[in-house]
């Protein structure tokens, strides 16, 4: 009744808003390129001079500027890194015009101009719990093995916990990786981290932007419960072809693009491609320059390919197709191996009707993961997932006003074997359809943003339907400080065959709607099979002079259903045994919890100098029907300090640091050790001269914390350009400076403690040409 209510005025605010649609005014439209290599030019402003009426460009260069009424005006474009550019507009009443702008790279670099579109930004969108990346962001941090990398950046955002470097995966506000969505170009990325955590399969070189919902999302994303990874890639270079080639003892890459129809100042329309390939050397190059990591090496082994065709209209229209293949091997501690790859392709397009304030996107991706785990102990482990998403949005410029609303449908099939720690089997194999719509409408009133939003998610294999409004706020007291509210209602479907309470554990499956789930939970019949959540986040920007911004968010997710491995189950859930307890028969458990926080940071950014300081303080629990623990993943407190400094007349030389402190993450202690007598010959069975299992009695769940954890890595560029249409690339870093031994884990078996990276010094090279 609640969310009834609640979806009930969301719907009566739209409506109430929409009485202004149709007034005699004119609208301006089209795209920003960056007039060297074709590519859109994002998040830059469009502007009439002397006015408050523009725009900001989005993710594919694309701006619309409606409700202009009619005359004579002088039309500002204005981007960092670029000239200014400006030109006369003639608007007439109900009349559209379409432009294709170029700017052209400029000499130096506009005070102000960063500072001011991102401010604008700031005052026109809601932007609560979201955190916005580009490439030249990501290369402000030391480079660990001499190439930049998302994996490492998304370490540093407000409550982003990391939790190891071998093995590590990333855990945000609570969420895990699961519960955490991740697109490319529109299509899901299944796991796009490798097994040494510094690394992700994304080549930087080929992305253009990232956005990292962290919380409190709106209704255009859907499906997981936790937060949002929505990366967008770059088109090829459209007017000349370029190569860049990369080496270090980490990794070595390849990159090609370049145009197949050339782009030109008068036409938009164009043909282009980009192929970009990664592949690790860790295996060869530690048994080389780190030997002293591990006794085995660094046995990790990844390789990552990428290939994009462009088709660009003169209008601005477009359509890409994509294909991609991403492998990870490793040999765990000598003993344990595993693999998995995530390969598929797709398609995305962009609309722009001629003499419409409307634009239309869409996609269409089909991708297939599989992981193995091989034990010489142990049985064997193999997890599956392929199927495919696609969606249709279409999104309506109203003056100051946006409606964009969609349509999306996934379809996959999950594969589970698996053994529990009681040798039980836990298998599934399971088709699930979703499908989804969903409508967000942006209302400007003076210093007020309201943002509503509603998403109809139907699961159809467990027959269910989920209504989750959303809502989204922020009220600009001043030009330099804004209060803002965002939250709503989450589910997903997903459950990931990663124990929650395994400290390390490599195998990374997946599995859907599972039926085998407990009749009651706490006592109470569960009338549900899906995973869910409710959010609430808010917070304060302020903006203390031209350079320094601070920004403070205090969140709370309710995680009211979560489903989770049964590690308890000794007997089948078979007729035989239908006097056992649910907790001794089921494949799964059912859990509850909640996690809350405050993340604040401070940002300075000149011409030359960024520094970036994060604290999070974050707090994160479950329970299930006998206990309430810890999840291995709550760290108490962290803190991040980025920063970087270009020298150099030309800005060619850029020295950067990070140094990142954790409290300690909570683990299971050992209590005792027995040996267990498995009564292999039944009643025939000597007790008094059996030679027992080697068995482990643990102690209370995670009832214990690790030391703290902290480490400083640097780094230096320099850049040469040996020609006018080449670049070379000097990086040189140091991983863990101080040689500060991290605990990663402790061997129950062997008493070992095992520690993460020790010191790791690196040299890379790239060439541009």
Wanted: charged share 20%; net charge neutral; glycine share 8%.
């Amino acid at each position: 009744m609640k969310r009834f209510t609640v979806t009930i005025i969301i719907g009566i605010s739209i409506l109430l808003s929409l009485n202004n649609l149709f007034a005699q005014t004119g609208t301006l439209k089209g795209f920003v390129y960056d007039k060297k290599t074709g590519e859109p030019v994002i998040f830059t402003n469009v502007y009439f001079k002397g006015t408050s009426i523009g725009a900001s460009t989005d993710v594919n260069g694309f701006f619309s500027i409606t409700k202009i009424p009619p005359g004579e005006y002088t039309l500002l474009i204005t981007a960092m890194g670029y000239d200014s550019l400006s030109m006369p507009i003639n608007l007439t009443a109900n009349k559209v015009i379409n432009k294709e702008l170029y700017v052209q790279p400029g000499t130096y670099q506009l005070k102000g101009v960063n500072i001011s579109a991102s401010r604008q930004a700031a005052r026109t969108e809601t932007q609560t719990s979201v955190v916005k990346i580009q490439p030249k962001e990501i290369k402000q941090l030391p480079s660990i093995g001499g190439d930049p990398d998302i994996a490492q950046y998304l370490q540093v955002l407000p409550g982003v916990i990391f939790t190891g470097d071998q093995g590590g995966q990333l855990y945000i506000r609570g969420g895990s990786p699961v519960q955490n969505m991740v697109l490319m170009d529109g299509m899901v990325v299944y796991n796009p981290f490798h097994s040494i955590g510094l690394f992700s399969v994304f080549d930087t070189d080929i992305l253009r932007h990232a956005d990292v919902h962290t919380g409190g999302f709106t209704a255009e994303y859907g499906g997981r419960i936790s937060s949002v990874m929505d990366i967008t890639t770059r088109d090829g270079n459209k007017r000349e072809t370029k190569v860049k080639l990369s080496a270090s003892p980490f990794q070595t890459k390849a990159l090609f693009e370049g145009p197949l129809k050339k782009q030109t100042d008068s036409s938009a329309s164009s043909s282009s491609f980009i192929f970009s390939a990664k592949r690790s050397l860790l295996e060869e190059s530690s048994d080389i320059l780190y030997d002293y990591v591990n006794d085995d090496g660094l046995p990790f082994n990844y390789t990552d390919i990428y290939g994009k065709l462009s088709i660009n209209g003169s209008n601005g229209s477009k359509i890409n197709l994509f294909g991609f293949n991403f492998s990870d091997n490793v040999l765990y501690r000598g003993i344990s191996e595993y693999d998995w790859t995530n390969s598929g392709g797709g398609t995305n397009f962009v609309v722009v009707p001629e003499n419409s304030d409307m634009l239309m996107d869409g996609n269409f991706a089909y991708s297939q993961y599989i992981i193995t785990q091989n034990h010489p102990e142990q049985n064997p482990r193999q997890s599956s997932i392929n199927g495919f998403n696609l969606g249709l949005n279409f999104t309506y410029f109203l003056g100051k006003n946006k409606l964009k609303y969609g349509i999306a449908m996934q379809g996959f099939k999950t594969s589970l074997e698996f053994y529990n720690s009681l040798n039980r089997k836990i298998e599934q194999t399971e088709n699930t359809t979703e499908l989804s719509g969903y409508l967000v409408y942006k209302m400007i009133f003076g210093d007020l943003i309201l943002e509503p939003s509603f998403r109809a998610h139907y699961y159809a294999s467990l027959s269910e339907f989920s209504p989750e409004p959303r809502f989204a706020a922020k009220y600009n007291v001043s030009d330099f400080l804004r209060l803002k509210l965002a939250g709503g209602l989450y589910s997903q479907n997903l459950i990931s065959t990663k124990y929650d309470r395994d400290v390390v554990n490599l195998f990374y499956g997946f599995v859907s709607g599972p039926e085998n789930l407990p009749s009651k939970f706490q006592g109470e019949e569960i009338t549900s099979k899906l995973q869910k959540a409710e959010h609430i986040v808010a917070g304060a920007e302020v903006d203390i002079n031209d350079h320094i911004t601070v920004n403070l968010e205090g969140y709370y997710k309710n995680f009211s259903q979560l489903t989770n491995l049964n590690r308890n189950k000794i007997y089948n859930d078979s007729p035989e045994y239908k006097d056992k307890p649910d907790y001794l028969k089921k494949d799964f458990i059912i859990e509850k919890g909640h996690a809350k926080g405050v993340d604040i940071n401070i940002r300075y950014r000149d011409l030359r100098l960024y520094l970036w300081a994060v604290y999070s303080l974050g707090y994160v629990e479950k329970t299930d029907d006998f206990i309430t623990y810890n999840p291995h993943y709550d760290r108490r407190h962290n803190i991040n300090l980025v920063g970087s400094y270009k020298l150099g007349k030309d800005l060619n030389w850029e020295v950067n640091a990070r140094w990142n402190f954790g409290s300690g993450f909570p683990f299971t202690p050992s209590a005792g050790y027995y040996p267990k007598v498995t009564f292999s010959d039944g009643i025939n069975s000597d007790y008094t001269s059996s030679n027992g299992d080697f068995t482990i009695f643990y102690g209370d769940i995670n009832s214990k914390r690790f030391p703290t954890y902290h480490r400083l890595d640097i780094g230096a560029t320099r850049i040469f350009y040996p020609t006018v249409n080449s670049k070379f690339e000097i990086k040189v870093s140091v991983t863990n400076v101080y040689n500060r031994q991290n605990i990663f884990y402790i061997d129950r078996i062997t008493g070992n403690r095992v520690d993460q990276l020790p010191v790791m010094p690196s040299l890379g090279v790239s060439w541009e040409f």
